[in-house]
């Protein structure tokens, strides 16, 4: 049996929703196939984001930014939007069964030195990180409840 697609989604595919793809893959991998994508992809995935997820031992330097419209002819179990805009966008998948909206600050708009930016990239990914495993856990727990 397949593993349910998950599809989380932003706007630009640049931070958060590699942060949760990235998460999601790490914590939930023998659950779910996921992928991220973007309603206006901006071709790049965000070095600090990469660089913030390399602190807590994910490599998600491999990720490229795509567009949503890739995923229209797969079979979408969950779409999760972690940007209003990309909610707002987002088209209904074939086999779409649920859909979620987690909205995060963008750490691509953070202002200040370096370290000012970091702080807030770390603190979206740790927001992120506690949702996303909170969702797997769940999702987990469903799954040993149903085969009792």
């Not at 992928?35 to 913030?52: D, L, T």
């Amino acid at each position: 049996m397949s593993k349910p697609l998950i599809l989380v989604l932003c706007t630009g595919n640049s931070c958060r929703s590699h942060l949760a793809e990235g998460i999601l893959r790490n914590g939930a991998d023998d659950l779910f196939e996921v992928h991220s994508a973007g309603s206006k992809p901006v071709g790049y995935v965000h070095p600090k984001a990469i660089q913030v997820m390399q602190e807590i031992g994910i490599d998600i330097s491999s990720h490229t930014s795509k567009h949503m419209n890739e995923f229209l002819s797969r079979q979408v179990n969950t779409v999760i939007t972690v940007c209003g805009n990309a909610d707002q966008a987002c088209p209904m998948f074939p086999g779409q069964v649920n859909r979620y909206h987690w909205g995060f600050d963008d750490p691509a708009h953070a202002t200040g030195s370096d370290e000012e930016v970091l702080a807030v990239f770390r603190r979206v990914r740790d927001q992120i990180k506690l949702v996303f495993e909170a969702y797997a856990a769940g999702y987990r727990q469903s799954l040993k409840d149903h085969s009792l």
